[in-house]
């Protein structure tokens, strides 16, 4: 098949990543970061307002009828942060944040040349944080490879919510035709039962190639990311 548009998960699809928010240790450093900027917060209170503001916040969303609804991280750092919750400070602080909770990242091998090669327009629609996602893509070089880029915590929902596949299809101008377009993800639920919901095709990242209530069009090898060409000219 020769797709009008490939669009993509990120994390787990194109990045192995490994991250840890609840290590207290993270919260320790990361108060004392803030308390060397005026921030006077001790780590069991930023670790307990951090994750009290994300369930406020959403509960809030649901109740206004949001599908899947998304938090924005520095919405939540900004809240905690009070007055000294300034844009520029809250952006920096998401960045030493992350920093601390990544303990590992990088582009899947093949990934790269892969993307390169498909000659279509590409889109990410991911579950991600911008504040966190952005400086990544520009990190590993990839950003310019897209056409558009759709995140969760910009869009306010998350997959297999439509409304993330609804916004990548139309910064693609491929509204109407859904059908043509091909997502690539590593998670069932988000990716594979998410896209088909919106009328597109999907390959599912996997080892385990069993059978699925929502059948995927294709599958691929995580360990084979350079095949990813041969399988999406393999979808009819």
């Given at each position: 098949?020769?797709p ?19 290590s ?7 108060s004392?970061w ?19 503001e ?5 509960a ?54 892969s993307?390169k ?56 101008g ?35 190639r ?7 069009d ?10 990813l ?8």
């Open positions: 098949m020769e009008l548009a490939v669009t993509f998960d990120i994390y787990g699809t194109l990045f192995n990543i490994d991250t840890d928010e609840e207290d240790d993270v919260f320790r450093k990361f004392h803030l308390y060397l900027n005026e921030v006077k917060i001790d780590p069991d209170s930023l670790k307990r307002a951090y994750k009290q994300f369930v406020k916040r959403e809030l969303m649901l109740a206004n009828g949001v599908d899947r609804p998304e938090v924005d991280v520095r919405d939540v750092l900004t809240s905690i942060f009070g007055a000294k919750g300034r844009r520029r400070f809250v952006e920096e602080a998401c960045l030493v944040f992350r920093s601390l909770t990544t303990k590992r990242i990088s582009l899947r091998n093949g990934v790269d040349s993307l090669s498909i000659g279509k327009p590409l889109a990410l629609i991911s579950n991600a944080q911008s504040a966190f996602t952005w400086p990544e893509l520009r990190a590993f070089g990839i950003d310019q490879l897209f056409s558009a880029v759709v995140l969760s915590s910009e869009v306010r929902s998350k997959k297999p919510s439509p409304i993330p596949f609804r916004v990548a299809l139309a910064e693609l491929m509204n109407g035709r859904e059908s043509g377009i091909i997502h690539v993800g590593d998670t069932y639920e988000t990716d594979v039962v998410g896209a088909k919901k919106a009328g597109m095709k999907a390959i599912l990242i996997t080892k385990e069993r059978e699925f209530e929502v059948k995927p294709a599958f691929l090898d995580p360990d084979k990311f350079s095949e060409p041969d399988v999406i000219r393999s979808i009819r």
